[in-house]
């Protein structure tokens, strides 16, 4: 995240993972009723409804954060006591793991990898399983790699963790970049299932910072307790805003989907030509987890530092995913400046052939 605030700006930037931000000049807002102030509770119920009635559940399994990092933070913290196992996938988003360690859990891994397409396999968590295990952590589809994980598995996932008596927490930040038959969510899949998300990859309104858990009553009661260390109130011009984004979803959602799979053809044409890079495809997602093949050295950082001084074009280094012969391309900005971007990773490719 330090990375990502500091270093990960470029010119051609392909360092993103969210769709372009909306205007707020597009969003059909009477700036009349926006307020400043207003409420002291447990979450704003127009907003709380606004989420529950996108997902068909009860408001009361609805809790708002402050995007899905705090989302992710709450829901681990309600849920792990320090020493718990946590068992969390590999490769993983850095945050995921640091909040666990942060809660003084014992981190395990199981491993995604390249050669089953980064498929979470449920014979490999239900290796890594204990009577000790709290907690099952996903994201669907997986950051870096845009892979879905199907209800089919994420019901296996369920039973295991059910025979331990743990959960299984979802992050589905990036969910709804399925745009076409986009899965319900897993909440629905069992008691055990735990999911965050917010509007801030799929939406373009990443500024207004609406998050959200779900959760079985009792956990999204705690969990909006523990929010009580962390915020008095919630930002409520935010949440004003974040319900007249809900009730013109499927606009933003749609503002957004023209870009990304624009790139998205750009990055499958590209690919074909690059005998040095290769990737597990989606036909969903707004990241590309690329693998620079082993010719060109295994380590991914010197050409990606090379790529920007050289290329003015950034991309997210693969060791913040602990996979460091990989990066992650993101799309769904700007279609002329995706373009730019990947014929400078070509040139910077030639460039490196020649070192
Ligand atoms: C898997 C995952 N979860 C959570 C987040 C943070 O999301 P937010 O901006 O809603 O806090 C990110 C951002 O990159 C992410 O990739």
């Known amino acids: 995240m330090h990375w990502s605030k500091t270093q990960s700006r470029a010119r051609f930037n392909l360092a993103t993972s969210g769709v372009a931000p909306f205007p707020l000049r597009e969003l059909r807002v009477d700036l009349e009723k926006l307020e400043i102030n ?27 954060s402050a995007g899905t990092s705090m989302a992710n933070h709450l829901a681990m913290a309600a849920i792990i006591e320090p020493s718990d196992e946590v068992l ?47 907690l099952i952590v996903i994201t669907n589809l997986h950051n870096p790699t845009s892979v879905l994980t199907p209800d089919s598995v994420l019901r296996e996932i369920g039973d295991i963790a059910r025979s331990v008596g743990a959960l299984v927490l979802v992050d589905e930040v990036y969910l709804d970049a399925v745009y076409e038959g986009t899965p319900q969510t897993s909440f629905h899949i069992g008691p055990e299932f735990v999911v965050t998300s917010s509007l801030t990859k799929v939406y373009g309104v990443s500024g207004l910072r609406c998050g ?49 799979e624009a790139d ?41 530092e090379r790529l920007r001084a050289q290329f003015e074009t950034s991309a997210v280094p693969g060791r913040f995913f602990e996979m460091p012969d990989h990066f992650r391309i993101g799309m769904g900005v700007n279609t002329e400046m995706f373009a730019e971007g990947l014929s400078r990773v070509g040139r910077a490719l030639v460039g490196a052939e020649d070192n």
């Open 212 to 260: 959200w858990i779900l959760a079985r009553p009792d956990l999204a009661w705690k969990m909006r307790r523990l929010n009580d260390l962390y915020s008095a109130t919630a930002v409520y011009p935010g949440e004003l805003l974040s319900v007249v984004a809900f009730q013109q979803l499927n606009r933003l959602r749609e503002t957004g989907r023209r870009i990304v």
């Open 88 to 134: 969390i996938e590999h490769p993983a988003y850095g945050p995921i793991l640091d909040v666990a360690q942060y809660l003084q859990a014992k981190v395990k891994r199981f491993l995604r990898t390249e050669e089953n397409g980064w498929a979470a396999d449920p014979n490999g968590i239900r290796r890594c399983v204990t009577p000790k295990t709290r």
């Open 264 to 304: 998205r053809k750009l990055l499958r044409d590209f690919l074909a030509q690059q005998p040095a890079l290769s990737a597990v495809q989606t036909d969903w997602g707004t990241t590309s987890f690329v693998r620079l093949a082993h010719s060109r050295g295994s380590n991914a950082d010197v050409f990606l």
């Open 38 to 64: 207003d409420g002291n509770s447990y979450g704003y119920a127009p907003l709380q409804e606004a989420i529950a009635v996108h997902y068909g559940v009860d408001p009361d399994c609805v809790v708002e």
